[in-house]
C-alpha cells in the first residue's frame, strides 16, 4: 500500500541516465562498506556476535536498497520487486528471510505522487482532471508499484473501479535505466552464456517499453478478460476501454487478501491457491498460447469464495502459432522423458546450433534442472526454495555444472519471458509450500489428459462450454 499521503511533496524523480547510475552504483559501495566494516568488528569477537553484526548488515543493505530502488522506481524498482520473492541463491541462506521482509515492501509499496502530479498526468490523458470523469475519485492511493500507482474511484453510474495512473517522468527514467543496462551487456555471456546479450535486451526493452504504454496493457488485461470470463475459480477485472490512455488504465475494482495473508492460512488452502496460480500461468500457455510474465505476488488478490484475482498485464507475450506448437510440443518431450526427440526437435528449431556439441543426455538432464521435478516427475511434489534456486543456477550460473552446456545454446527471445514467468511461479509456489502432483496437472494441457484434480475438473468443463 502507499505509504505517506498523497499532499506530501515527493523527490523529484531522477531521469539522468548519469544520476541514476551514480544513485545505484552508491547503492553497492554501501552495503560492500558495511560488510567490511562487520568483519572488522567482529575481529576476535565470539561466533555468536560475529553473526550478529553481519545479521545486521546484511538488513541495513536491504534496507538501503528499499529506499534507493523505491526512489529510483522504473527498471530499478522492478529488479528490486523480483528480488523481495526470487532466491536466486545467491543470498546466504541464514539471511534470506531478513531480504525478504524488507524487500517485500517493493511489491506494493514507493513513494506516492502528490495530488497535483496525478492531476497533471491524468489531464495530459484526457483534457481535464479526475473530477471530470469520476463521480468519486480518491486522492490516496491504495497501491503504489514500479510504474504507477493506483486509486481507487466511482464512475457516474455507480462503477466501482481502479485507475492506475504512470508517474511523470518515468518514461525517460526507464530509458536512462536501460541504457546503463546496455553498458554491461558484455557480462550476459559469462553469466548467461546461452543468451543472446542482443536478443536478450531487445526483449528487455520491448517488455519495459510496452509497459510504458497503458494502452497496450489495457489491450492485454482484456484478452485475459475475455478468456476467463466467468470461470469457476479466477477473474480477471476488465477495463472500461473509453477510460484507458496512454498513462492511465481504468479498470474494474476487485479487491480481496493479499499473498501474505494467504502464506500464513493453513496448508489446504495453500495447496489449493498454489494449484490456482500454476494453472493460470501454465494453462493460459499450453492452452492460449499467451501468458502473463509478471508473477510477483502484489499481482494476486484472494477472494472469500476461493476465487483468485489477477492483475498488471504490462508483462504479456502473445505467441506466433508456430512458435506456440513448438513449445508445446517440447513440453510433451520433456514430460515423457524422450531425451532423443527432445534433443532433435531442440536442434530443428535453432536452439542447439551444434549439436556436435552438446551430448542429448547432459541436454535433458539439463531441463529437467530448470523446472526440478514439478512437471517432469510424476508424483506429490512440495515446492521448496532449493528448487528456486536449482532453476535459477542451471540458467547459467558460472559456478553451476551446467555453465559449459549453456554456452553451446542459442536461446530465442520468447522463451526468455518464459523462463523468466516459469522462475517467478516457481518462487511463489515456494513462498506457499505449496504441494500438488504438478506433473499430472500439466499434463492436462500438454498431453490433452483428463482432468487430475476437483479444480482441474472444474476448468476442462469451463473451457468445454466455450
Same mark, same amino acid.
Given at each position: 500500500?502507499?505509504?505517506?499521503?498523497?499532499?506530501?511533496?515527493?523527490?523529484?524523480?531522477?531521469?539522468?541516465?548519469?544520476?541514476?547510475?551514480? $544513485?545505484?552504483?552508491?547503492? #553497492?559501495?554501501?552495503?560492500?562498506?558495511?560488510?567490511?566494516?562487520?568483519?572488522?568488528?567482529?575481529?576476535?569477537?565470539?561466533?555468536?556476535?560475529?553473526?550478529?553484526?553481519?545479521?545486521? *548488515?546484511?538488513?541495513?543493505?536491504?534496507?538501503?536498497?528499499? +529506499?534507493?530502488?523505491?526512489?529510483?522506481?522504473?527498471?530499478?524498482?522492478?529488479?528490486?520487486?523480483?528480488?523481495?520473492?526470487?532466491?536466486?541463491?545467491?543470498?546466504?541462506?541464514?539471511?534470506?528471510?531478513?531480504?525478504?521482509?524488507?524487500?517485500?515492501?517493493?511489491?506494493?509499496?514507493?513513494?506516492?505522487?502528490?495530488?497535483? =502530479?496525478?492531476?497533471?498526468?491524468?489531464?495530459?490523458?484526457?483534457?481535464?482532471?479526475?473530477?471530470?470523469?469520476?463521480?468519486?475519485?480518491?486522492?490516496?492511493?491504495?497501491?503504489?508499484?514500479?510504474?504507477?500507482?493506483?486509486?481507487?474511484? $466511482?464512475?457516474?453510474?455507480?462503477?466501482?473501479?481502479? !485507475?492506475?495512473?504512470?508517474?511523470?517522468?518515468?518514461?525517460?527514467?526507464?530509458?536512462?535505466?536501460?541504457?546503463?543496462?546496455?553498458?554491461?551487456?558484455?557480462? &550476459?555471456?559469462?553469466?548467461?552464456?546461452?543468451?543472446?546479450?542482443?536478443?536478450?535486451?531487445?526483449? !528487455?526493452?520491448?517488455?519495459?517499453?510496452?509497459?510504458?504504454?497503458?494502452?497496450?496493457?489495457?489491450?492485454? =488485461?482484456?484478452?485475459?478478460?475475455?478468456?476467463?470470463?466467468?470461470?469457476?475459480?479466477?477473474?480477471?477485472?476488465?477495463?472500461?476501454?473509453?477510460?484507458?490512455?496512454?498513462?492511465?488504465?481504468? *479498470?474494474?475494482?476487485?479487491?480481496?487478501?493479499?499473498?501474505?495473508?494467504?502464506?500464513?492460512?493453513?496448508?489446504?488452502?495453500?495447496?489449493?491457491?498454489?494449484?490456482?496460480?500454476?494453472?493460470?500461468?501454465?494453462?493460459?500457455?499450453?492452452?492460449?498460447?499467451?501468458?502473463?510474465?509478471?508473477?510477483?505476488?502484489?499481482?494476486?488478490?484472494?477472494?472469500?469464495?476461493?476465487?483468485?484475482?489477477?492483475?498488471?498485464? #504490462?508483462?504479456?507475450?502473445?505467441?506466433?502459432?508456430?512458435?506456440?506448437?513448438?513449445?508445446?510440443?517440447?513440453?510433451?518431450?520433456?514430460?515423457?522423458?524422450?531425451?532423443?526427440?527432445?534433443?532433435?526437435?531442440?536442434?530443428?528449431?535453432?536452439?542447439?546450433?551444434?549439436?556436435?556439441?552438446?551430448?542429448?543426455?547432459?541436454?535433458?538432464?539439463?531441463? $529437467?534442472?530448470?523446472?526440478?521435478?514439478?512437471?517432469?516427475?510424476?508424483?506429490?511434489?512440495?515446492?521448496?526454495?532449493?528448487? !528456486?534456486?536449482? *532453476?535459477?543456477?542451471?540458467?547459467?550460473?558460472?559456478?553451476?555444472?551446467?555453465?559449459?552446456?549453456?554456452? =553451446?545454446?542459442?536461446?530465442?527471445?520468447?522463451?526468455?519471458?518464459? #523462463?523468466?514467468?516459469?522462475? #517467478?511461479?516457481?518462487? &511463489?509456489?515456494?513462498?506457499?509450500?505449496?504441494?500438488?502432483?504438478?506433473?499430472?496437472?500439466?499434463?492436462?494441457?500438454?498431453?490433452?489428459?483428463?482432468?487430475?484434480?476437483?479444480?482441474?475438473? +472444474?476448468?476442462?468443463?469451463?473451457?468445454?462450454?466455450?
Amino acid at each position: 500500500m502507499g505509504a505517506g499521503t498523497s499532499d506530501e511533496p515527493q523527490e523529484k524523480l531522477r531521469t539522468g541516465r548519469v544520476g541514476r547510475a551514480r $544513485r545505484s552504483g552508491g547503492l #553497492g559501495i554501501r552495503s560492500g562498506t558495511g560488510f567490511a566494516l562487520a568483519g572488522m568488528r567482529g575481529l576476535g569477537r565470539s561466533d555468536e556476535r560475529k553473526a550478529d553484526l553481519y545479521a545486521d *548488515a546484511h538488513r541495513k543493505a536491504a534496507e538501503q536498497m528499499r +529506499l534507493v530502488l523505491g526512489q529510483m522506481k522504473g527498471a530499478a524498482t522492478k529488479l528490486g520487486q523480483l528480488a523481495s520473492f526470487v532466491d536466486n541463491g545467491m543470498i546466504p541462506p541464514e539471511y534470506r528471510e531478513i531480504y525478504q521482509e524488507v524487500l517485500a515492501e517493493l511489491r506494493d509499496s514507493v513513494p506516492p505522487m502528490t495530488t497535483a =502530479q496525478v492531476a497533471e498526468v491524468f489531464e495530459a490523458d484526457h483534457g481535464g482532471p479526475p473530477s471530470a470523469v469520476f463521480a468519486e475519485f480518491e486522492d490516496e492511493p491504495m497501491a503504489a508499484a514500479s510504474i504507477g500507482q493506483v486509486h481507487r474511484a $466511482r464512475l457516474f453510474d455507480g462503477t466501482r473501479v481502479v !485507475v492506475k495512473i504512470q508517474y511523470p517522468g518515468i518514461a525517460d527514467a526507464i530509458r536512462a535505466d536501460l541504457k546503463n543496462v546496455k553498458a554491461f551487456t558484455w557480462l &550476459v555471456p559469462l553469466f548467461a552464456p546461452g543468451l543472446s546479450a542482443d536478443a536478450l535486451m531487445a526483449e !528487455v526493452e520491448r517488455s519495459l517499453l510496452e509497459e510504458l504504454d497503458y494502452r497496450a496493457e489495457a489491450a492485454h =488485461q482484456h484478452r485475459f478478460a475475455e478468456a476467463y470470463r466467468g470461470h469457476p475459480f479466477i477473474v480477471v477485472p476488465d477495463v472500461v476501454a473509453e477510460l484507458c490512455g496512454e498513462r492511465t488504465l481504468v *479498470a474494474e475494482e476487485v479487491s480481496g487478501a493479499g499473498f501474505d495473508e494467504i502464506c500464513a492460512a493453513d496448508q489446504a488452502t495453500r495447496d489449493r491457491a498454489g494449484e490456482i496460480l500454476f494453472r493460470f500461468a501454465f494453462g493460459t500457455l499450453y492452452r492460449l498460447g499467451f501468458f502473463n510474465a509478471d508473477t510477483h505476488p502484489g499481482n494476486y488478490a484472494f477472494l472469500d469464495d476461493g476465487r483468485v484475482v489477477f492483475y498488471d498485464f #504490462g508483462t504479456t507475450k502473445v505467441l506466433a502459432h508456430e512458435t506456440f506448437r513448438e513449445f508445446v510440443g517440447l513440453a510433451r518431450l520433456l514430460m515423457d522423458g524422450d531425451v532423443d526427440g527432445l534433443f532433435d526437435e531442440c536442434v530443428r528449431t535453432g536452439f542447439i546450433p551444434r549439436p556436435d556439441r552438446v551430448d542429448p543426455t547432459r541436454f535433458y538432464g539439463w531441463l $529437467r534442472a530448470q523446472l526440478g521435478e514439478l512437471i517432469c516427475d510424476d508424483g506429490v511434489v512440495t515446492v521448496t526454495p532449493e528448487m !528456486v534456486a536449482d *532453476a535459477v543456477a542451471s540458467a547459467g550460473d558460472p559456478r553451476n555444472d551446467w555453465y559449459s552446456l549453456t554456452r =553451446q545454446l542459442d536461446v530465442h527471445p520468447e522463451a526468455i519471458l518464459i #523462463g523468466r514467468m516459469e522462475i #517467478g511461479i516457481i518462487a &511463489v509456489l515456494a513462498r506457499l509450500s505449496a504441494t500438488a502432483n504438478w506433473h499430472r496437472i500439466a499434463s492436462e494441457w500438454v498431453h490433452d489428459a483428463a482432468p487430475s484434480t476437483d479444480l482441474g475438473r +472444474l476448468d476442462a468443463e469451463f473451457f468445454a462450454s466455450r
